[in-house]
T-cell receptor, first 114, second 113 residues
Framework: ETGVTQSPTHLIKTRGQQVTLRCSSQ?????VSWYQQALGQGPQFIFQ???????GRGNFPPRFSGLQFPNYSSELNVNALELDDSALYLC?????????????FGQGTRLTVV | GDSVTQMEGPVTLSEEAFLTINCTYT??????LFWYVQYPGEGLQLLLK?????DKGSNKGFEATYRKETTSFHLEKGSVQVSDSAVYFC????????????FGTGTRLQVFP
């Protein structure tokens, strides 16, 4: 049990809609990273938030956006959903910096776009 | 850019067999290397890591050695169990810790009694 919780666990959306996914980070962690894992693929880094600011972004379009709140929980928002956005979205929390930084992953939100 | 290449699965083994899952990487600088495991219906769990060349990471009978000369980080276990059945991901980070990870495509391991 990592202490990282994501909600919802599953949801189905229609193409063109907008979706918000939520992540509660582990106690004591100030950094949240989001990953997209398509079926049969490895997770791909979307972006990271550190102390409420975006701290690095992968190769994802601007319709993928995020927020981090003062309690370090985070949201991932995706606008204008496309069929290819169907995937497992993983959140990972960590403490910034150092060789012993470890990322703790939540169980993910499975998004299906129809 | 940086990337990770893993052998394709599934890898199918009998219980107590020897396991090797190959992983090679491309990176500038000196990345940290990781193996994560994903059990059915669960998120990723860190299995082991190595942060510099010649380091050996180990956990639960699994081992991997950071080989800079061959840019490899192969996962091995001497005797697998049915409970090891899962998907294994090799990953790297350009930073010393598990930050902004780049993952391989994963290798499914199936162990039969």
């Amino acid at each position: 049990e990592t202490g990282v919780t994501q909600s919802p666990t599953h949801l189905i959306k229609t193409r063109g809609q907008q979706v918000t996914l939520r992540c509660s980070s582990q106690s004591g962690h100030n950094t949240v990273s989001w990953y997209q894992q398509a079926l049969g693929q490895g997770p791909q880094f979307i972006f990271q938030y550190y102390r409420e600011e975006e701290n690095g972004r992968g190769n994802f379009p601007p319709r993928f956006s995020g927020l981090q709140f003062p309690n370090y929980s985070s949201e991932l928002n995706v606008n204008a959903l496309e069929l290819d956005d169907s995937a497992l979205y993983l959140c990972a929390s960590s403490s910034q910096g150092g060789v012993n930084t470890e990322a703790f992953f939540g169980q993910g939100t499975r998004l299906t776009v129809v | 850019g940086d990337s990770v290449t893993q052998m394709e699965g599934p890898v199918t083994l009998s219980e107590e067999a020897f396991l090797t899952i190959n992983c090679t990487y491309t990176a500038t600088g000196y990345p940290s290397l990781f193996w994560y495991v994903q059990y059915p219906g669960e998120g990723l769990q860190l299995l082991l890591k190595a942060t510099k060349a010649d380091d050996k990471g180990s956990n639960k009978g699994f081992e991997a050695t950071y080989r800079k000369e061959t840019t490899s980080f192969h996962l091995e276990k001497g005797s697998v169990q049915v409970s090891d059945s899962a998907v294994y991901f090799c990953a790297l980070s350009a930073l010393r810790g598990a930050d902004k990870l780049i993952f391989g495509t994963g290798t499914r391991l199936q162990v039969f009694p």
